[in-house]
Every structure is written in structure tokens, then in C-alpha cells.
């Protein structure tokens, strides 16, 4: 939904530096991206960090987050459109983030979308983190479709394997990530923006032979 993930490497490298941490940014973001902030919290301090402790990590990092991007908030281009279209054709949406509440809400109210998805889950719920598929798999629980007819749009590799573990098919959204990097056998297609995808042909054909196909966003 949102193009973020620059401003997510960025908030990383300051929290580390206010918490005296050495890290390799590129390793870090291979290893996390999808996963759940406290499971990034362990990766990053390279322990099993207690939950109380990690969320509160959790939090200065996100308000960082949330400072940077927040001055220069973007969309992933079309996603409010293609929103819009996707519900107008009476399909049922959810979003499946490894993010906090307080960043969905972030997310939400600046892309103000006219209709709200369905149903959100979110990464301090307590399920694991990509490329487990349960925060899909909730997903899909809570707006009522069966995993089979879902498509996952997904910009994070770990995201694209939590799809086919959830055996879910997926749209890989190329907004950080490579078409290479973002592959799979369940992926239909990828795509660097939302702008005339309700009209692409294959795109039209899903819709055609499967009403009950359900965009989940990550």
C-alpha cells in the first residue's frame, strides 16, 4: 500500500546509532523485512530479547519511523484507486502487516482511503512474523474467504513465501524489491504500481473467473 521501506532503513540506522549498535543495514532488512518488530528487536540485538523490553525498542524505533516518513508520505502509485475499484466490484480486502497498530493507524490516515479494508492484522497481535503465513491466514479468516482464493500483493520476499506457505496466490509489488527477488510459482505477476492494473487482462480474467478472489495487502 505505502512505499516506506527506505524511511524503515533509515529509522533503523538512527536507532541504532542512539543505542550505540553496529549493524550491517543491507543484512538487517534482508533478515527482517515482514517480521514482527520485537522478532526484529532479537535479530538486531542478537538474543532473545524479553517481550516488555522489545516492544518499547519497538516503539522508539517506530515513532522514528514515523517522524521521517511522515514529512514525506507516499502511497505505492494507484493503490487508492485500485482500492477503490477492487471494492467497488464487492471484493472483500484485508491487510496483513508485520507493522503496530500505531503505524497501521499512521498508514490509514494518511492514505485516507474512501472505504477501509475489511479486516487488519497486525504484528503486535502476537502472531509470528513473515514468512510464517499466519498473519495471511488470519487475514483471510477474519474477511471470510478461503486462503485458495486469496491474492497477496507483496513487496518483501519474506512476504512472498509467507503467501505460499498460506497457499495463497500473490502479486509481487516491485516497489523496493526486484521481480527476480519477489518470484515464485503462485506469483501472477509483478507490478511497479497500482496505475491501470484494474484493466490489465489477466487481472480482469481473475476477477471474471473468481469472485471470490480477495486482494490481502501487506
Not at 514515523?66 to 502509485?77: N, S
Not at 514468512?131 to 483471510?140: D, G, S, T
Not at 511497479?192 to 501487506?218: C, K, V
Request: glycine content about 10%; overall charge negative; charged content about 25%.
Amino acid at each position: 500500500m505505502i512505499d516506506s521501506m527506505g524511511h524503515h532503513r533509515r529509522s533503523w540506522i538512527e536507532f541504532a546509532r542512539h543505542h550505540d549498535l553496529s549493524m550491517d543495514i543491507d543484512e538487517l532488512m534482508r533478515r527482517t523485512t515482514g517480521r514482527t518488530g520485537a522478532e526484529c528487536m532479537d535479530e538486531l540485538f542478537g538474543r532473545a530479547v524479553p517481550r516488555d523490553e522489545a516492544w518499547a525498542l519497538v516503539q522508539h524505533k517506530e515513532r522514528l519511523y514515523r517522524e521521517l516518513f511522515g514529512a514525506e508520505f507516499r502511497e505505492v502509485a494507484g493503490f487508492r484507486d485500485f482500492h477503490a475499484h477492487v471494492r467497488g466490484r464487492g471484493l472483500r480486502t484485508g491487510v496483513g502487516t508485520a507493522g503496530d497498530a500505531d503505524n497501521i493507524a499512521f498508514a490509514m490516515r494518511h492514505l485516507a482511503l474512501a472505504e477501509v479494508p475489511h479486516a487488519t492484522v497486525g504484528g503486535d497481535e502476537g502472531l509470528p512474523g513473515k514468512p510464517e503465513p499466519a498473519i495471511f491466514l488470519e487475514v483471510a479468516r477474519r474477511i471470510g474467504v478461503a486462503p485458495a482464493h486469496c491474492v497477496v500483493f507483496e513487496d518483501a520476499p519474506l512476504g512472498i513465501e509467507a503467501a505460499r506457505r498460506a497457499g495463497m496466490r500473490a502479486v509481487a509489488v516491485c516497489s523496493t524489491h526486484r521481480a527476480e527477488e519477489l518470484s515464485g510459482p503462485h506469483v501472477l505477476a509483478a507490478i511497479d504500481h497500482y496505475h491501470g492494473l484494474a484493466d490489465a487482462a489477466w487481472f480482469t480474467s481473475l476477477m471474471e473467473t473468481s469472485s471470490a478472489a480477495a486482494p490481502a495487502s501487506s
